[in-house]
């Protein structure tokens, strides 16, 4: 008790910059040099655009937008284009937030519930290398924990110019020996596009908790309901010839809504020497999506090729674990398994031809029902001061159900996948670790595309089915070190290989299984505090990504694989009233085609707040975004399209395509904004 208040004085003498690097240092925890804790006082020094830019804390990771910011956003790590989440995982509040057999996407991540003032930490850890990481997680996982507890009531409005105004309310009053957590945030905003976005978001957070992680329980919802019109990725070619604005759109009646319902309830008990942990969760979760790639290449115009993606599922799950802390022959072990079990209801989820928001046609519709059960052990010994090896296994089933229009693609699935991992530990010493590391992952795909005989499209052409779920394997030596006082640093040199990076393609309703694939790179992470009031943190990420099969006629390059990122960060805080932090972002070109001959150009952005603190409660806080102004993409795609009023084109496209252009398709930054925010805590 005296350690904990001693502890405790000491960090209420720390400055922000200082807490933040004791919450992050990992030595003698981590069994990965890639994983890694983002804290809150991180978080809050960072501005961010969008609420999935959190997720840009994670070295490496970057964070983009396509469409209308309603939808979930666009990832990029080690060397994959994530697409809206396929392997990477990410979980709130226990809660995973990948939604398989999605009708937009499978692992479609969408977090614009997520409320960043309320996050605690975000825990991060990459590659296949952890026993109780399941589906998804092959390139990564984050799992993002809300506060229990936050210092008085927070009242926030933050301003800026196109419309945007947000409002947020927090607290945690105490209540029957617990503290009843509630956030509740308003948005609007119409962006930089010539057609208003209009996205409306309505999003709350409700908690009753007694105790600690370790050592308490916590009851959860959370409820987010959002609208709002799309300005899509638009052609170059349109834009050059002065068709349409830079910021303009080629179908301005896309969009979409969505809202998201969860319950969920956290559990955990120590024992002295063990650890018992348990989480139940459900949740009900609508989308309408409506979009339009290719404007007038299959249909004409009008009515155009708008589509709707839709889906309404109801998903729920389980998971439990239990760790005993023992001393087998003088040597300490921890022995810990687990069950997670998960089952998704989609009825429907479909894909629709409409124009201007109203349905001409149903290309497919579905009912699906997707069951999983994963179960992992895993063995951590200490064999001496300086060495620890984590060895694991974990076994997973998968069954999907199909009840298709067609009744052709109707049908059953299961597969199974046994993966072994394997983490030694050398050190510390003088504040060094060493770490090798190998496994086995996975990924499950669409349950659609593993019962799917013909393409929905006309009903007739024979499709390949797919495997339900691929493997893949990661190996990785990592360093972590303090090099000098204060300042922390990570290396990781990896691996991952894909027996194959099977996709389903929503635009069209069918699966395609692409090839085998292999990608390598290394990461350097750094977080220096030079003194109580300033910090730098540079992450550093470079990654090659190939198809396996080499194919000198087709060409071996993985579209949309980026190969260098870079986010760098300067944070001043405990500079009397002011405070303040300056980030810049790196992402960096990636091979648009399989043969490279096309390729998408970089784009720095870097992102300003300078803030002012008029006491303990109340503070101000102006953020810049894209500070310099630069006109550079969000995203780049290479694709056949034909905008409204063009000829046809009588070479047509590289695919065979008949009348259309290959062509860039873009989606810009948004051009610099401000935002101005007051807080007041009471």
């Known amino acids: 008790m005296l350690a904990c208040a001693g502890a405790a004085a000491e960090e209420a003498t720390l400055s922000t910059v200082e807490v933040r690097a004791q919450t992050e ?9 890639s994983a890694g804790v983002v804290s809150s006082q991180r978080l809050a020094a960072v501005p961010m655009l969008r609420p999935g830019e959190a997720l840009e804390m994670v070295p490496g990771l ?10 979930a956003n666009q990832y990029f790590l080690r060397g994959f284009n994530l697409d809206h989440g396929t392997d990477f995982a990410t979980y709130v509040g226990g809660v995973p937030v990948n939604m398989p057999t999605h009708a937009h996407g499978q692992g479609y991540t969408d977090l614009n519930f997520l409320i960043p003032e309320l996050v605690d930490r975000i825990s991060f850890r990459k590659g296949p290398y952890y026993a109780e990481e399941g589906d998804f997680s092959s390139a990564g996982a984050a799992h993002i924990d809300y506060r229990r507890r936050l210092d008085g009531t927070l009242a926030q409005l ?28 308003l948005f609007h905003n119409d962006g930089p596009w010539q057609v208003d976005e209009h996205y409306r978001k309505l999003n709350g957070v409700l908690s009753y908790s007694q105790g600690t992680r370790n050592n308490g329980f916590a009851i959860t919802g959370m409820a987010y309901r959002g609208r709002w019109t799309s300005t899509d990725q638009i052609a170059q070619r349109a834009i050059d010839s002065g068709a349409v604005d830079r910021y303009g759109s080629l179908d301005s009646s896309t969009g979409g809504e969505t809202q998201r319902y969860s319950l969920s309830g956290e559990w955990a008990k120590h024992w002295g ?7 139940v969760w459900w949740l009900q979760s609508n989308l309408d999506l409506w979009s ?19 889906e309404h599922r109801q998903a729920g799950g389980f998971s439990a674990s239990h760790a005993m802390f023992d001393n087998w022959a003088g040597f300490d072990v921890t022995n810990s398994f687990g069950l997670q079990t998960r089952v998704d209801r989609l009825s429907p989820v479909g894909l629709y031809a409409t124009s201007n928001r109203e349905t001409l046609s149903s290309i497919r519709e579905d009912k699906v029902t997707q069951r999983s059960i994963g179960l992992w052990a895993q063995n951590e010994t200490r064999w001496t001061d300086w060495f620890r090896s984590i060895q694991g296994l974990r076994a997973d089933a998968y069954d999907f159900t199909v009840d298709a229009s067609l009744s052709a693609n109707s049908g059953r699935a299961s597969d199974q996948m046994l993966t072994p991992k394997l983490a030694l530990v050398f050190g510390p010493w003088r504040k060094t670790e060493l770490y090798l590391n190998y496994g086995h992952g996975f990924h499950s795909n669409d349950a659609r595309g593993t019962t799917i005989r013909v393409d929905p499209a006309d009903g007739v052409t024979p499709v390949s089915k797919v495997q339900p779920l691929v493997r893949t394997r990661g190996y990785e030596i990592g360093l972590r070190s303090e090099i000098l006082p204060g300042w922390q640093s990570t290396v990781a040199l990896w691996q991952l290989t894909a027996a194959s990076e099977l996709l389903f393609v929503g635009d069209a309703g069918t699966t395609e299984a692409s090839r085998p694939s292999r990608r390598y790179g290394v990461e350097w992470t750094n977080l220096y505090v030079l003194s109580d009031w300033l910090a730098l943190d540079a992450d550093l990420a470079w990654s090659h990504a190939r198809f396996r099969d080499h194919d000198p006629v087709v060409g071996d390059y993985i579209p949309g694989a980026v190969t260098g990122t870079a986010n760098l960060g300067l944070t001043l805080d405990n500079l009397g009233p002011w405070y303040g932090a300056l980030r810049l972002r790196y992402f960096g070109p990636r091979p648009l085609v399989v043969d490279n001959s096309v390729r998408s150009s970089a784009s720095t952005l870097t992102n300003l707040r300078i803030g002012y603190k008029f ?7 102006l953020d810049v975004y894209n500070l310099f102004d630069r006109k550079v993409n969000d995203i780049e795609y290479w694709y056949c399209s034909r905008t409204a009023g063009e000829a046809a084109n009588p070479a047509g496209c ?21 935002r101005l925010t007051v807080s007041h805590r009471f």
């Open 273 to 279: 020497k063990a650890q018992s942990k348990a989480n």
């Open 654 to 674: 590289a695919d065979g395509t008949a009348g259309g252009y290959d062509d860039r398709h873009i989606h810009p930054s948004e051009p610099r904004s401000f």
């Open 158 to 185: 933050t301003l800026g110019r196109n419309g945007y105004a947000r409002s947020l309310i927090a607290g945690s009053p105490e209540l029957a020996g617990g503290h009843l957590l509630y956030g509740l945030e």
């Open 62 to 71: 970057i964070v983009t937008q396509h469409a209308g910011d309603g939808k």
């Open 292 to 310: 339009n790639f290719q404007y007038c290449l299959n249909n004409g115009c009008p009515p155009g090729d708008q589509f709707k993606q839709s």
């Open 615 to 621: 006491d303990k409660q109340t503070q101000l806080a």
């Open 25 to 33: 240092n990992l030595e003698g925890i981590a069994m990965a040099g």
